[in-house]
């Protein structure tokens, strides 16, 4: 029986990859990913040179048959979607859940390491010693304003994933909900790595009048009862 590893690749900042992430992946046999062309970029980086299959949202039920059947020939299996932890607002679950169900002996280890969730957390400054919620991305359109009430109730923080063109609007729902404070951590790991915070009127004016830094990966943590 061979090994699945759901391998955490880097956020932006190609060195941060862990011994044991480059280890797996020098010694497996294939590697599918959510765009071969991104896991390309950093094999090059590290000078591998692997077989890559791509396995996305869209074909992760039907590739987790060929994952299995690889698995059952022996083969060690790298799984790692275009940033970050698989799984975490990324494909991987299903496949995970797939592979146990049909092979239980399986092994399949997680190889951890970066998230944008954690990096925004370690440096927003935020007491989480009584938790916290995570969401990803909210919907767009159906269940979306029952979230956000349920953010503007929230006691302890709650933690969402944005991308460029939605912050505008994410901030303008915010500060119509009446949450007291707002932290934006932009650009992690990389050249124009942030964090803002302040009301969320104050971060939608600031991105209004530097419309350039409105580019790039954000992570949202909203305190509804920040005092
Ligand atoms: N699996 C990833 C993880 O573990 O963080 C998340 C993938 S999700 C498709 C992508 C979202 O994560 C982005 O829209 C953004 O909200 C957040 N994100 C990813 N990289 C980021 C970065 N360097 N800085 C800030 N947010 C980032």
Redo the contacts with the bound molecule.
């Keep these: 029986m061979g090994t699945l590893s759901i391998v ?1 690749t880097p ?3 190609l060195e941060d990859l862990t011994f044991r992430a480059l280890r797996t992946l020098a010694e497996c046999d294939v590697i599918y990913a959510e765009d071969t062309r991104v896991i390309a970029k950093l094999l090059s980086r590290y000078d591998l040179h692997k077989p890559l299959q791509r396995l996305d949202a869209m074909t992760e039920a039907e590739r987790s048959g060929d994952v299995i059947a690889r698995l059952e020939a022996g083969e060690k299996i790298v799984y790692v ?10 494909p ?1 679950a299903r496949l995970v859940a797939r592979v146990r169900e049909a092979l239980p002996k399986a092994m399949i280890e997680a190889i951890p390491g ?7 957390l370690s440096i927003a400054g935020i007491d989480l010693t009584g938790g916290f919620t995570f969401l ?2 909210l919907p767009h359109k159906k269940g979306r304003q029952t979230l956000l009430k349920k953010i503007a109730e929230s006691e302890i923080p709650v933690v ?5 063109h939605r912050i505008e609007k994410l901030l303008e729902e915010l500060s119509s909900i009446d949450v007291s404070h707002v932290t934006v ?6 050249v124009h ?1 942030e964090v803002l915070s302040g009301t969320a009127a104050e971060l939608k004016a600031h991105f209004a009048a530097h419309s350039s830094t409105i580019r ?5 943590i909203i305190e509804a009862q920040r005092r």
């Design positions: 955490a956020i932006g900042n979607s275009d940033a970050g932890t698989p799984g975490i607002s990324d991987g970066p998230s944008a969730l954690t990096a925004a990803g991305f969402l994933y944005e991308s460029p951590a932009r650009e992690l790991t990389k790595e790039g990966e954000f992570v949202v």
